[in-house]
């Protein structure tokens, strides 16, 4: 007695399944491979900007005090007060939690780079007038990370 066969094999339905399985596991990772990178070249270039503010920031400061008034050191940097011409109140850059602040005057502090900052490094050079600036930057997802080093010319 011979029976007609219709249908699969569990065997067959099984190898079938995982198939689809595979198919479908790599048809997931080439869609959502370029949003991940989107993602992270997003983050990189949020990195970039707050980089480049504080930069921007140090810089005006920096170029108006005198190499005098330069108080460099780890985790911090203070220009000292100037009587003028121009006339400026002492300024202090401060690495705190990872946060790059801002204080005028000793008051309150303004926050230029929130989180992220993983070095701050300010060195005043013998023979130039002007200090060194060392910044280290990681995004929130630690994806992007970026190490800016410059030098910044003082008045004299």
Do not use: W
Not at 126 to 141: H, K, M, P, R
Not at 149 to 154: D, L, R
């Amino acid at each position: 007695m011979h029976r007609n066969k219709q249908g699969f094999t569990l065997l067959e339905l099984m190898f079938a399944m995982l198939a689809s399985a595979i198919l479908i596991l790599i048809v997931g990772l080439l869609i959502t491979m370029p949003y991940r990178a989107m993602n992270g070249n997003q983050e990189f270039a949020q990195v970039r900007r707050d980089m480049a503010l504080a930069v921007k920031i140090m810089t005006k400061d920096i170029r108006q005090a005198t190499n005098d008034d330069i108080v460099p050191s780890s985790n911090q940097l203070v220009l000292n007060a100037n009587p003028g011409p121009p006339v400026r109140l002492p300024i202090r850059y401060a690495l705190e939690s990872g946060a790059l602040n801002r204080y005028v005057n000793g008051g309150s502090g303004v926050t230029i780079i929130e989180k992220g900052v993983t070095r701050f490094v300010a060195v005043k050079t013998s023979g130039l007038s002007g200090v060194e600036i060392q910044l280290d930057l990681q995004s929130n997802d630690g994806t992007a990370a970026i190490t800016h080093e410059t030098f910044i010319h003082t008045r004299n």
